[in-house]
Nanobody
Framework: QLQLVESGGGLVQPGGSLRLSCAAS????????IGWFRQAPGKEREGVSC????????YVADSVKGRFTISRNHAKNTVYLQMNSPKPEDTAVYYC???????????????????WGQGTQVTVSS
């Protein structure tokens, strides 16, 4: 069974840091583009950052540019989202998703993804 599992969420103070992980089981992420998305209460799901299968192409939403960094570790079959200097408006459930596409492509729209994790709550508050 193909699964994605997010971890690392929790309560963080504004200006702190948090690292989310997205681990795969049942398949290898090597040939998959990965995206991090988030959804706050009453809002639509939005793309945060996406990375191509090799890691060579990255998309970062303007709202988190310069603060969040996406990366992947093929040996650990895991993708990360490093969240630095989070703000209260970053509070949301964060999801990772996977889609099999050619290496140089990042996928920004959520409906194109095939596999989703269950989400992890991130709350930014003092």
């Amino acid at each position: 069974q193909l699964q994605l599992v997010e971890s690392g969420g929790g309560l963080v103070q504004p200006g702190g840091s948090l690292r989310l992980s997205c681990a795969a089981s049942g398949f290898t992420l090597d040939s998959y583009a990965i995206g991090w998305f988030r959804q706050a209460p009453g809002k639509e799901r939005e793309g945060v950052s996406c990375i191509s299968s090799s890691g060579g192409v990255i998309y970062v939403a303007d709202s988190v540019k310069g603060r969040f960094t996406i990366s992947r570790n093929h040996a650990k079959n895991t993708v990360y989202l490093q969240m630095n200097s989070p703000k209260p408006e970053d509070t949301a459930v964060y999801y990772c998703a996977a889609v099999s596409v050619p290496d140089t492509i990042v996928v920004v729209t959520s409906h194109e993804y095939d596999y989703w994790g269950q989400g992890t709550q991130v709350t930014v508050s003092s």
